[in-house]
């Protein structure tokens, strides 16, 4: 079973940035899309980032386009979410997912499409 782990997270003034990594547990791995969650407290899951691997088509979710990239090793090992100006607004767990499932970059964020979550790490955005 593929398992997620998470690093990067912590706390970051604002304006400044963060980068989190997502390693996957075997170095075999063949998903179709990997992507980026976040759940801030009180509110619902969003989908903030994806990438289909075949083609590296993305989806950013409107609050963070221009801000976030999403990105991954060639080995598909490893991937990571390089996040700058952040603002209190980004404070939030973030997830790392991947899906063997055949969807697109944006199914799968809007949808929350995945075989395999992360644990979750702790973003906070503060002065």
């Known amino acids: 079973q593929l398992q997620l782990v998470e690093s990067g997270g912590g706390l970051v003034q604002p304006g400044g940035s963060l980068r989190l990594s997502c390693a996957a547990s075997?170095?075999?791995?063949?998903?179709?899309?990997i992507g980026w969650f976040r759940q801030a407290p009180g509110k619902e899951r969003e989908g903030v980032s994806c990438m289909r691997s075949s083609d590296r088509t993305t989806y950013y979710a409107d609050s963070v386009k221009g801000r976030f990239t999403i990105s991954r090793d060639n080995a598909k090992i490893t991937m990571y979410l390089q996040m700058n100006s952040l603002g209190p607004e980004d404070t939030a767990v973030y997830y790392c997912?991947?899906?063997?499932?055949?969807?697109?970059?944006?199914?799968?964020?809007?949808?929350?499409?995945?075989?395999?979550w992360g644990q979750g790490t702790q973003v906070t955005v503060s002065s």
């Open positions: 075997r170095f075999t791995v063949d998903y179709n899309a």
């Open positions: 997912a991947a899906t063997y499932s055949h969807t697109t970059a944006q199914d799968m964020c809007l949808f929350g499409r995945a075989d395999a």
